[in-house]
């Protein structure tokens, strides 16, 4: 019962980060709201008794991912983002009622299955028996998904590689903006206002 | 629809309903969103969902696995999160606006 409740109240407080992530006109707003929803993602984890992921989402994603976009945005010494529409206004209302009716569409859907599992939730017996959470998410890890988890590894190699060259610059000036050419341009009032 | 399962403390559509809502606040936020950084933040709320998801049926099924592919889908996300970053920057330097709608380069 006390879990329900909890679920709920953190379940609650996830959507209003996430809301609050994409209405913020400010990003550094909607960037802390993201981090509040990653916090709250980690704490519906602990409910969930998965302990190591929880901390991983601690970690990795409102720590160091966030850490990374921080630091981007400060890297590019975006000015003031107040008073400038941000929104696709013709798209927002399509936008808005297509994810109203798919929500429709999911609770429909949801409404009408029946779950049925063989087995009941992990058991503290089960736990006990196999030395614990943690061990049992390694075990899994190492013994059934070995492949995938070293794909995984020179994915984020090839990531890391990739972003380094994107955001090298070319030798002898800066070609970027010998490229730019002045008819592309936007209004030059759009593009005080808005970055 | 209660699940059949008698000692599981929150229901597994409870899971579901949650990290629908979440993906769908995501998917408006890509949609309707001009700056290139909350259009990078819905993508990982959408991420965050589909974790939601994994956790709660790994819970229903006693099963490790979606726990793993959780991990997995979390170093896919700082991949992509870095390289995301990397093409905001080189798109910065190019055209100094991060509005998505400016970038009409390509355009036919």
Known sequence: ???????????????????????????????????????????????????FLAVVQILVYAGAIMVLFVFVIMFLNLRTFQQQEQTHRRQRWVALGLAVLVLVEFVAIFAGMTFTSARAGFSPDMVEQSGGFTRVFAWSLFERTLLPLEVASAVLLVAMVGAILLVKKEKGGDVATQAWDPEEAPPANVRDEEV | MEPTSAT?????????????????????????????????????????AVNLNLVGFSRFHEDMLGHNFVLFTMAIAAAEAAVGLAIAVALFRNRQTLMVDLFTRMKG
């Open chain 2, 8 to 48: 599981m403390p929150i229901p597994v559509d409870w899971y579901l309903y949650l990290s629908a809502v979440l993906f769908l606040i995501g998917a408006v936020g890509v949609l309707t969103r001009r700056n290139l950084f909350i259009i990078l933040f819905s993508i990982e709320l959408m991420m965050n």
């Open chain 1, 1 to 51: 019962m006390v879990e329900k409740i909890l679920f709920v109240i953190f379940a609650v407080l996830t959507i209003i980060g996430g809301l609050g992530t994409v209405t913020r006109r400010n990003i550094v707003h909607g960037l802390l709201f993201l981090v509040f929803t990653f916090l709250n993602v980690a704490a519906i984890f602990f409910l969930s008794q998965a302990y």
